[in-house]
């Protein structure tokens, strides 16, 4: 009886920067690509490693999704008079609120994460201006349709950092309105932390969390060449903003990288500002600087990467 010949089945042809399934998911859950972003299903989600970019503003939306607990920025929408108003956070974590006004309300810390999430906002967004008044919620993946980038102009945002979240109920004057609020309201207002923006640097906030208070500053460079300035400036010891205070590492997020400083309880945002400035034109310097790296230079660039969190 002849042997029945046995095919191997050939391996899948890869893609260049392709994730494979046992790999750790590029979003930063910790989950392996299979059980995360990668997960069989009918649409499978894609990832999208820097999903703001092109947004007016990026490093701040950046700053106000991942890192400040109570800002607001208004949009400028392409094709609509509407006002929109893009917030850290509003109640229940809710994608989006039309308000009795007729503003929109566009929440940035949101429950879901479908890969994408400027195409989620503009889902929501786009929901939010066919709703009537009240709570606009996205609970399925949102499949092809406009990102955010394709429904604001490019302005840059004025951010306002607030206190807390008491701007949710500012224009409400029905008390019953304001009293289904009270209890997300007093929730958020308790785990939000006193936070500033500079403004004599691009997104860059101040944080008093009670024991220390931190800088932490969105950066939009390329990774690797924002590395290389960073180990620059630490070799040469030019990374100390104010005394006391030392560069402790950096958050990896959407994309971008959040160098942080721990700071000497009681520095507050305003000593912080002239020594920003200084260190945003020192930083500028280094990133012109093409020469290879030093080997102190080398040896910062390897201490600095191997202190980075991923929080998306």
């Given amino acids: 009886m002849a042997k029945k010949s046995r095919t191997k089945s050939q391996p899948k042809p890869s893609t260049e920067g392709e994730?494979?399934?046992?790999?750790?998911?590029?979003?930063?859950s910790g989950k392996r690509y299979k059980a995360c972003h990668g997960a069989a299903g009918d649409a499978p989600t894609p990832f999208v490693s820097r999903p703001f970019e092109g947004l007016p503003s990026e490093c701040d939306v950046v700053a106000?999704?991942?890192l400040v607990p109570a800002a607001t920025a208004e949009l400028t929408l392409k094709d609509s008079d509407r006002k929109v108003v893009l917030c850290s956070l509003l109640p229940m974590?809710?994608?989006?609120?039309?308000?009795?006004?007729?503003?929109?309300?566009?929440?940035?810390?949101?429950?879901?994460?479908f890969g994408d999430p400027a195409r989620d906002l503009g889902a929501v967004l786009t929901k939010a201006l066919e709703s009537e008044t009240g709570l606009v919620g996205l609970t399925d993946p949102p499949g092809e349709g406009p990102r955010l980038q394709d429904l604001v102009k490019g302005d840059r945002l004025a951010v306002t950092v607030h206190d807390g979240f008491d701007f949710w109920v500012a224009d409400v004057e029905d008390e019953d309105e304001r009293a289904a609020f009270a209890a997300s309201l007093e929730h958020a207002n308790a785990a939000a932390m006193p936070t500033?923006?500079?403004?004599?640097?691009?997104?860059?906030?101040?944080?008093?969390?009670?024991?220390?208070?931190?800088?932490?500053?969105v950066m939009p460079e390329p990774e690797d060449q924002l590395l290389?300035?960073?180990a620059r400036l630490h070799a040469a010891g030019k990374d100390v903003l104010v005394e006391g205070s030392r560069f402790v590492g950096m958050f990896r997020a959407?994309?971008?990288?959040?160098?942080?400083?721990?700071?000497?309880?009681?520095?507050g945002p305003e000593a912080l500002e002239e020594p920003a400035?200084?260190?945003a034109a020192d930083l500028k310097a280094a990133l012109a600087d093409d020469s290879d790296l030093t080997g102190d230079e080398r040896s910062a660039r390897s201490g600095l990467a191997n202190r980075q969190v991923t929080i998306r």
Avoid at 19 to 27: D, E, I, L, M, T
Avoid at 102 to 108: A, K, S, T
Wanted: charged share 20%.
């Fill in 93 to 113: 974590a809710v994608p989006a609120m039309v308000r009795a006004s007729g503003e929109i309300w566009l929440g940035l810390q949101v429950q879901h994460n």
């Fill in 228 to 230: 290389d300035a960073l």
């Fill in 254 to 267: 959407h994309g971008l990288l959040a160098p942080v400083w721990d700071l000497p309880v009681g520095t």
């Fill in 19 to 28: 994730v494979g399934p046992r790999q750790p998911c590029p979003c930063g």
């Fill in 277 to 279: 400035e200084r260190f």
């Fill in 64 to 66: 106000m999704r991942e």
């Fill in 196 to 217: 500033a923006r500079l403004t004599t640097v691009e997104s860059a906030y101040w944080t008093n969390v009670g024991s220390k208070e931190h800088l932490r500053w």
